[in-house]
């Protein structure tokens, strides 16, 4: 960068401290950063003035815009302490003012993105801290996040996936992880899973969704956030293991033996569950 392009770069850091200059700066942080990463890099404190009293209105103006955009590997990497930090605090105490999207949506989409395109896992510290604090926004947003942005787009495919660098079976593995944790996670996080079923294609493959998916439903308590894809292909999923069929539409239907107060069926969705359920009596006697 020329320097007085620093200088004035600088100058704004100590000077302007309106939300939309900072929501700037932490927007467009990775053009600076690339084009002059020592200089960006000796001036994090000041672009990010984590926990410093006086400064809370800066931090968080500056860390949305950042949030804001895009995901580089090279930048998360450069701020592993920021979302760390990002992580330990309360949502109670962000500033109450509109945001261009929650604080809370946003770090969790970027970390989908750091598990989905590169090394985020269980047992990095990143991960463990993000689903060991009790965050029911970010976690259910993780989780949706993922179908949206990778399952149930028009363009999803094995092709796709080969060309974009990223693993469906890492994905997959996600899924096994969260059903089976020890971890105390909130039921509304389960609740993300509905944009996990294309309705037009098989993505996952039907025999381990049609598994999960009726685990997931008892650890949401049958809240779903979307089930169009779910019951385009409760079908196919019956044909493959009726008994988890039949058990995804219970968890659908019922909470405790009775109406499921967390769930209501869409006003066509009896086309695709009706015969399923006629099937299954039929059977039965």
Same mark, same amino acid.
């Given at each position: 960068?020329?320097?007085?392009? @620093? ?25 600076? %950063?690339?084009?002059?990463?020592? =200089?960006? +890099? #000796? *001036?994090?404190? @000041? ?11 800066? &931090?968080? !103006?500056?860390?949305?815009? %950042? ?5 580089? @590997? ?10 760390? %930090? ?8 962000? /500033?109450?003012?509109? &945001? ?10 970027? *970390? ?5 395109? =590169?090394?985020?896992? /269980?047992?990095?510290?990143? =991960?463990? #801290? ?5 965050? !029911?926004?970010?976690? %259910? ?14 363009? !999803? ?11 469906? +079976? ?16 909130? /039921? ?39 089930? &169009?894809?779910? *019951?385009?292909?409760?079908? @196919? ?34 086309? +695709? ?13």
């Amino acid at each position: 960068m020329a320097d007085d392009v @620093k200088r004035l770069f600088a100058h704004i850091l100590d000077n302007e401290s309106s939300n939309a200059v900072r929501f700037v700066i932490g927007h467009y942080l990775a053009t600076f %950063y690339f084009r002059d990463v020592p =200089f960006i +890099q #000796s *001036l994090m404190p @000041k672009i990010f003035p984590k926990g410093e009293v006086g400064k809370e209105k800066i &931090y968080f !103006a500056t860390w949305e815009g %950042y949030l804001a955009n895009s995901l580089y @590997k090279e930048l998360y990497d450069e701020l592993r302490d920021y979302y760390a %930090y990002a992580i330990t605090l309360d949502s109670k105490n962000y /500033p109450e003012r509109k &945001y261009l999207k929650g604080l809370d949506e946003t770090l969790a989409a970027h *970390l989908a993105l750091e598990y989905a395109h =590169f090394d985020l896992a /269980p047992g990095d510290p990143i =991960f463990d #801290s993000f689903w060991n604090t009790p965050n !029911a926004t970010r976690h %259910y947003e993780f989780a949706s996040f993922i179908g949206r942005h990778y399952l149930t787009r028009d363009i !999803a495919s094995d092709k796709w996936f080969e060309e974009n660098k990223v693993s469906k +079976q890492k994905l997959i593995d996600f899924w096994d992880w969260i059903l089976s944790t020890d971890i105390a996670i909130e /039921p509304k996080a389960f609740s993300g899973f509905g944009f996990w079923i294309n309705p037009d294609k098989e993505i996952i493959p039907d025999t381990v969704a049609v598994e999960k998916m009726a685990t997931t439903l008892s650890k949401s308590h049958g809240e779903i956030d979307w089930d &169009y894809g779910l *019951l385009r292909r409760i079908n @196919k999923f019956a044909e493959i293991n009726p008994e988890k069929a039949l058990e995804i539409i219970k968890g659908l239907l019922l909470l405790n033996d009775e109406i499921n107060p967390n769930h209501r069926l869409y006003f066509d969705a009896s086309r +695709q569950i009706g015969g399923l359920l006629r099937s299954s009596v039929s059977t039965k006697i």
